[in-house]
């Protein structure tokens, strides 16, 4: 019987969660192979598209880490990714989708072993909750319904 291997698409800021998931590399620190990393400029240039793309594209969580609060690159980029994902869970909900298949955290630089621990939790979440159940409605429709509901959130 094979086991469900959960995919999980981490969009990563640059300049801490990425360099996070370098420095658990460097440490030679473990964590699972499910994880597929994006790079980004900042944890707000990850929008609800993106989001939603992963998981209409085969995602079965999708992670999102960024610079701690007040440490972010960008001043407030941080605190509009905070809002959105809020916002993006409760949509998710709507949907009839377990929102903890959405996770951020705040993981810096220096945070190699956060960074392992965190990906090794999330993948048994994931795995835990079994593959993802694709969304009721086609997808320009949940595009068109979270764009109504995330117009003002920004
Ligand atoms: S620069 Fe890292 S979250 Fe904005």
């Not at 007040?70 to 809020?86: A, L, M, S």
């Not at 009839?96 to 960074?115: H, P, Q, V, Y």
Request: glycine fraction near 8%.
């Amino acid at each position: 019987m094979n086991e469900f291997e959960p995919k999980i698409i981490c969009f990563l800021c640059k300049w801490c969660t990425y360099a996070g998931a370098d420095k658990a590399g460097i440490c030679r620190l473990k964590y699972p192979p499910n994880v597929v990393s994006i790079r980004t400029f900042c944890s707000s240039r990850v929008d609800t598209e993106h989001i939603l793309l992963a998981f209409s594209k085969g995602s079965d969580g999708v992670f999102i880490g960024g610079c701690h609060p007040g440490d972010c690159h960008y001043q407030t980029g941080n605190y509009k990714t905070k809002r959105r994902v809020i916002l993006l869970k409760k949509m998710l909900e709507q949907m009839g989708i377990n929102s903890d298949r959405l996770r951020l955290e705040w993981i810096s630089a220096s945070e190699g072993r956060k960074f392992a621990n965190t990906m090794t939790e999330f993948t048994e979440k994931i795995r835990s909750l079994g593959p993802f159940p694709g969304f009721e409605e086609k997808n320009d429709d949940v595009h068109r319904k979270v764009a109504e509901n995330t117009e003002n959130n920004y």
